[in-house]
């Protein structure tokens, strides 16, 4: 046996062994790691079954603000409502709960949009989405651009989610589903269509000049009405709180042209108040001056028909004293007479004509220029 020959049996001795040394290493392995396995499987569904009660717990309870309701459904059926505070439900998928806000007051705003509310109130700029709502045409065929604010609040929470709209607005993620706090989103998309009908309806009725002056009030409160009927007809569950027209003006482009308008209907119904003033204040004066001529009048008519009658009376008794007595009666009104003329003279001196030698003690010839029985001048 040369040198080569004990190379190669020593080689493959230890290629032998080799290959039995990984053969047993590899059976030994094989045997040991099947506990393993073993222990790994129910190590996993322990935790699965953690995971599931620990899910189900948390889904099993959840809190009702103090402004919701809760609308509780048992594999999408209503089957209660629950009110404020710490609730309890069977675990999802079995029961699934939506909390609705029916105590909290939403707004809608059309033809404007507010981008922040406070002391200094920031406005979105003016777009033609926001034209398009606002400009209507009235009813004597003139624009008018109507902006106005509708406040609601949910008033049944089940007949808000399950009544208007479809399924795809309340189906979502799964903690959507497990709780979803907001109203349904169909409820705006459909007071919003209402209000723009109700609105331009009202609009389409009424001329520009009652639109955007003294009929705002009018269209307000009718508006309220009729989108809460809508709204009812629908069973949508909500309660329109206001509507309140937030700016009623003339389109863009003619608004100088209508502010002059205006300014001459301003101008002419001051002139005509004017002159409806005066007019109040001349036809009293008037009317009151001539019931006081009338007055006089009647007075005067009242006085002179009884002085008449008085003369005529008097007159007839004299009548009838002179026919029982002429000479006596006659003799008698003479000397009243003569006493009612010579009362108003002053000095008298009375001289019987028959006497002509008497002494001229007075001076009788001359008398004071005053006299008027000598027709001397004052």
Known sequence: MDLNDLLNRFRGD?????????NRRNRNNAGGNAPNVQQGIWSGMVLAVIAIVGFACYSSFYRVDASEQGIVLRFGRHVRTVEPGLQMKLPWPIEAVYTVPVRRVQSLEFGFKTLTAGRKTEYQPREPKLDDIADMLTGDLNLAHVEWIVQFRIQDAPDSLFNIGDESSLVGDLMSEIRTADINPAIPDAIQDVSETVMRKLVGDRSV?????MGREEI???????????????EAGVEIITVRLQTTAPPEPVKDAFQ???RARQ??????????GERNRQIPAARGKRDQMISEAEGYRERIVMETKGAINAFNAKLAEYEKAPEVTKQRLYLEAMQQILSQVGDKTIIDESV???????????????????GGNQ
């Open 356 to 374: 002509n030698q008497m002494l001229p003690i007075l001076n009788l010839n001359h008398q004071p220029a005053n006299n008027p029985l000598r």
């Open 14 to 22: 230890d290629d032998d062994d080799v290959s039995r040394s990984i």
């Open 220 to 234: 307000a409160a009718q508006a309220k009405l009729e989108i809460q009927k809508m709204l009812d007809d629908f």
């Open 267 to 276: 101008n002419k119904e001051r002139i005509v108040n004017e002159a409806e």
């Open 260 to 262: 002059d308008v205006n």
């Open 209 to 213: 000049d009652s639109v955007l002056t």
